[in-house]
């Protein structure tokens, strides 16, 4: 029983680990599947086909070139857009602070459906296009809340003695920015564009209301299930998935090398920095 009971939280967190990566495991595998008929939902036979000619579905590849596309630019100006915005937001005492914040959250409290007729209401009365540039748009818009939730928990405990110190030195506000604050917010604004580009590929509630004649890889998901599920979209999406867990391990890896690294300089100087200051 004391063994029992001494183990029993990692047993259940390792239960709730297998169940969260059950669907997962199940994609990866039939990836691998040889199916005999237009659906990939029953084990036929193990092969490496599909891996090799990933591209055999028509319209496949197109379609990810536009997904990356997307995610990418989008990632790219919601990353900048909601660091600025949190800086501002934890940093500046300016009127409309709090309306401010209250709009933020608004995207990510709204429920797609409605987010996304919204934005098509919003460019039909514009008269504007729908297409690349709409679906652009409309994923900066809810990408840039999630980018200042997370800088922004970030910069709340984030040490000003450390810009002092710098400035106490003779850097000027942009070298300390760019030498102190900017290398300590590298690891929040890594995570938000990770979380934004991972949101921005899976869309496809806000994606498919705004798109028009474009097409991205969920939306050809939708639109092949209907008449057959080839075990290539099985192959792109294990693709997607060990690719970001890649990134997020490197990530992991970097940033704790990175801390081992700075733990004794950051202890050593800022005292002697705050000693010189006082004197």
Do not use: C
């Not at 028509?58 to 990810?64: F, M």
């Not at 409605?114 to 540039?133: D, E, K, P, R, W």
């Amino acid at each position: 029983m004391k063994w029992l009971r001494r183990h029993l939280l990692t047993g259940y967190a390792m239960l709730a680990f297998a169940y969260l990566l059950l669907p997962i495991a199940v994609v990866i595998l039939f990836s691998l599947n040889s199916p005999r008929g237009r659906f990939n939902y029953v084990w036929q036979g193990f092969t490496l086909d599909n891996w090799v000619h990933w591209d055999a579905v028509p319209g496949l590849r197109d379609a990810i070139v536009t997904s990356l596309e997307i995610g990418l630019i989008s990632t790219l100006v919601a990353t900048a857009l909601g660091t600025l915005i949190a800086l501002a937001l934890v940093r500046h005492d300016f009127r409309g602070r709090g309306a401010t914040n209250v709009v933020i959250f608004l995207p990510m409290s709204t429920p797609e459906i409605v987010l996304g007729a919204s934005l098509l209401t919003l460019f039909i009365n514009l008269q504007v296009a729908l297409g690349f540039a709409t679906i652009f748009i409309a994923h900066v818009m809810f990408i840039v809340s999630y980018v200042v939730v997370t800088v922004k928990a970030r910069l709340i405990g984030f040490d000003r003695h450390l810009e002092e110190a710098a400035m106490d030195l003779g850097a000027d506000e942009w070298v300390t920015f760019r030498k102190v604050t900017l290398p300590l917010l590298a690891p929040a604004i890594l995570s938000a564009a990770l979380l934004g580009f991972a949101l921005s590929i899976d869309d496809f509630v806000i994606t498919y209301f705004n798109a028009g004649s474009t097409t991205t890889f969920p939306l050809l998901i939708w639109g092949a299930a209907r008449v057959s599920v080839p075990p290539q979209i099985n192959v792109v999406a294990s693709a997607i998935f060990l690719v970001a867990v890649a990134v997020m391990i490197g990530n992991v890896i970097l940033e704790n090398r990175r801390s081992r690294r700075g733990q004794e300089p950051v202890l050593t100087v800022v005292p002697a920095t705050r000693a010189a200051s006082e004197r």
